[in-house]
């Protein structure tokens, strides 16, 4: 079984910054993408960035230049860096792993319990 820990939420004044961090744990042979999605009240769950095992990324045109997604493939490890913070960035933060290889079987879509990230203005 495959599970996702995240890690580096909480409360910042708007200007500062915070970093993400979601371990996968388990069996796992490789994952093709991993990201961060987010989901404020009231919204639907959206994307903010994913990374692919060969280290492309994709960004919402919200985050470009503020956020950066990074991974550690040996650690099975993404981060997301998260700078010039606002108070509509506002919003549970949940890490998505996507096609996981494991022992066992491979798993399409792997959800995190989400991480509260809270930005005063």
């Known amino acids: 079984q495959v599970q996702l820990v995240e890690s580096g939420g909480g409360l910042v004044q708007a200007g500062g910054s915070l970093r993400l961090s979601c371990v996968a744990s388990?069996?796992?042979?490789?994952?093709?993408?991993m990201g961060w999605y987010r989901q404020a009240p009231g919204n639907q769950r959206e994307l903010v960035a994913n990374i692919r095992s060969d280290g492309s990324t994709n960004y919402a045109d919200s985050v470009k230049g503020r956020f950066t997604i990074s991974r550690d493939n040996a650690k099975n490890t993404v981060y997301l860096q998260m700078n010039s913070l606002n108070p509509e960035d506002t919003a549970a933060y949940y890490c998505?792993?996507?096609?996981?290889?494991?022992?066992?079987?491979?798993?399409?879509?792997?959800w995190g319990q989400g991480t509260l990230v809270t930005v005063s203005s």
């Open positions: 998505n792993a996507g096609r996981v290889r494991t022992v066992a079987k491979m798993y399409l879509s792997i």
């Open positions: 388990g069996s796992i042979f490789s994952i093709d993408v």
